[in-house]
């Protein structure tokens, strides 16, 4: 005889089996009606911003759903100009994935920095496309507020309109290069006589103001015999290695590249690096006819490791420069050197305290061996400030003992 409670035990558990089949039906149909629905609203949200050419149209933008955005970025950041996300944005490329990129698109280095300064990177990148470009001002700015690289621009520079050509090598070396070579809008100077006469009528600091005399200081720079103290001459340090072993290297902060001039006159090939603090370096050094390297401390030396055979800085490495950020620039310098290269920290300067207990062990941390080292009183702005030089001539071991 059958129970009279069986019917009872069947009916729950059809009802949950139906339940179960129906959640999973209501799941499956509601993740494909909106699927994607939060891209679809970022997307949407950056497509309808105008832009200024239709080479534009068919560039993909860059996604990013608001819950895995930085808390340090603002909401105007999503107002930055068409021409930035038109380049910083991912690019595919034509034929697909690349073994060399391992990708299939191409990501422009355009660091995160840009965005905090939006009125700047406004100014910078708002043009018109194959048009003229705005002062590069902002761009000096931008560089100097660590969006370095700076994004690239499709729009031509402003140049004189009655450009004289430069002087033919020897001669553009130590001549004094035409007023037209430069546009003058970003500087208190306006002329290339005004720059060579600020030494005696101008009070106030510029950086290397008496640079652009090349019949003054210039003239006798690093020309010193051997035994001159913290002053090395350049045939000094050329004789620390064999003949011809120096052939290329990088001066950072080197003024009017008076160092790499010296360095051309001996077959030897330097690249300066020369922002334009109130007068226009980068164009003069090239005028000169060596060659301008335009970045900042702060940015990645741009060479591969184990490459250069001589760097050097004079004044520029100082005590100036957060001395963490100058823990890493030493190490850059390291890593850009080949083994048995060499470094010329050429007056480098601080107080005695901070020589004793900061920058003598961190330079000595890095891993050079020390070829010379002297160290000797800055009098410049009074021996009450108890400031030192240091002038040391260093080398990157041959053998790695790491």
């Given at each position: 005889?059958?129970?009279?409670?069986?019917?009872?035990?069947?009916?729950?558990?059809?009802?949950?089996?139906?339940?179960?089949?129906?959640?999973?039906?209501?799941?499956?149909?509601?993740?494909?009606?909106?699927?994607?629905?939060?891209?679809?609203?970022?997307?949407?949200?950056?497509?309808?911003?105008?832009?200024?050419?239709?080479?534009?149209?068919?560039?993909?933008?860059?996604?990013?759903?608001a819950e895995t955005r930085?808390?340090?970025?603002?909401?105007?950041?999503?107002?930055?100009?068409?021409?930035?996300?038109?380049?910083?944005?991912?690019?595919?490329?034509?034929?697909?994935?690349?073994?060399?990129?391992?990708?299939?698109?191409?990501?422009?280095?355009?660091?995160?920095?840009?965005?905090?300064?939006?009125?700047?990177?406004?100014?910078?990148?708002?043009?018109?496309?194959?048009?003229?470009?705005?002062?590069?001002?902002?761009?000096?700015?931008?560089?100097?507020?660590?969006?370095?690289?700076?994004?690239?621009?499709?729009?031509?520079?402003?140049?004189?309109?009655?450009?004289?050509?430069?002087?033919?090598?020897?001669?553009?070396?130590?001549?004094?290069?035409?007023?037209?070579?430069?546009?003058?809008?970003?500087?208190?100077?306006?002329?290339?006589?005004?720059?060579?006469?600020?030494?005696?009528?101008?009070?106030?600091?510029?950086?290397?103001?008496?640079?652009?005399?090349?019949?003054?200081?210039?003239?006798?720079?690093?020309?010193?015999?051997k035994g001159a103290?913290?002053?090395?001459?350049?045939?000094?340090?050329?004789?620390?290695?064999?003949?011809?072993?120096?052939?290329?290297?990088?001066?950072?902060?080197?003024?009017?590249?008076?160092?790499?001039?010296?360095?051309?006159?001996?077959?030897?090939?330097?690249?300066?690096?020369?922002?334009?603090?109130?007068?226009?370096?980068?164009?003069?050094?090239?005028?000169?006819?060596?060659?301008?390297?335009?970045?900042?401390?702060?940015?990645?030396?741009?060479?591969?490791?184990?490459?250069?055979?001589?760097?050097?800085?004079?004044?520029?490495?100082?005590?100036?420069?957060?001395?963490?950020?100058?823990?890493?620039?030493?190490?850059?310098?390291?890593?850009?050197?080949?083994?048995?290269?060499?470094?010329?920290?050429?007056?480098?300067?601080?107080?005695?305290?901070?020589?004793?207990?900061?920058?003598?062990?961190?330079?000595?941390?890095?891993?050079?061996?020390?070829?010379?080292?002297?160290?000797?009183?800055?009098?410049?702005?009074?021996?009450?400030?108890?400031?030192?030089?240091?002038?040391?001539?260093?080398?990157?071991?041959?053998?790695?003992?790491?």
């Amino acid at each position: 005889m059958d129970s009279p409670h069986k019917p009872r035990s069947f009916s729950p558990n059809l009802f949950f089996f139906f339940l179960l089949v129906s959640s999973n039906l209501l799941t499956f149909f509601i993740s494909n009606t909106f699927k994607h629905s939060s891209c679809y609203l970022y997307q949407q949200t950056y497509n309808s911003i105008d832009t200024e050419s239709s080479l534009n149209t068919d560039i993909p933008l860059i996604v990013q759903p608001a819950e895995t955005r930085d808390d340090d970025i603002q909401a105007s950041d999503l107002d930055l100009p068409s021409e930035l996300r038109a380049f910083a944005s991912p690019h595919k490329l034509p034929f697909g994935f690349s073994t060399n990129f391992d990708s299939d698109s191409i990501i422009p280095p355009v660091g995160h920095p840009c965005t905090r300064f939006p009125d700047l990177l406004r100014r910078y990148m708002s043009y018109r496309v194959n048009g003229s470009c705005p002062d590069d001002e902002m761009g000096q700015k931008l560089l100097l507020k660590g969006c370095e690289p700076l994004p690239r621009r499709r729009c031509r520079p402003a140049a004189q309109q009655e450009y004289v050509e430069p002087y033919p090598l020897p001669e553009s070396l130590w001549t004094t290069p035409s007023d037209s070579s430069v546009v003058w809008t970003a500087y208190t100077c306006k002329t290339y006589e005004c720059l060579i006469n600020r030494v005696k009528s101008q009070k106030s600091f510029d950086d290397c103001k008496d640079c652009f005399d090349l019949n003054g200081r210039e003239k006798k720079r690093w020309l010193l015999t051997k035994g001159a103290g913290l002053d090395f001459s350049i045939d000094e340090v050329l004789a620390v290695k064999k003949p011809g072993t120096i052939r290329i290297g990088l001066d950072i902060g080197g003024g009017v590249a008076t160092f790499a001039v010296r360095m051309r006159e001996r077959n030897i090939t330097i690249l300066t690096t020369s922002m334009n603090l109130n007068g226009p370096f980068n164009t003069f050094i090239a005028s000169r006819g060596v060659i301008p390297l335009y970045i900042s401390i702060s940015q990645r030396l741009p060479f591969f490791d184990n490459t250069l055979d001589i760097v050097h800085s004079m004044h520029v490495l100082s005590n100036w420069i957060p001395s963490t950020l100058l823990h890493f620039l030493f190490f850059d310098i390291y890593r850009v050197l080949r083994p048995g290269g060499l470094f010329w920290l050429d007056h480098f300067f601080c107080v005695r305290e901070q020589f004793e207990q900061v920058y003598a062990p961190l330079i000595e941390s890095i891993g050079f061996t020390k070829v010379k080292w002297v160290v000797g009183r800055k009098l410049d702005r009074g021996p009450e400030l108890n400031e030192m030089y240091l002038s040391a001539l260093l080398e990157k071991p041959l053998k790695n003992s790491w």
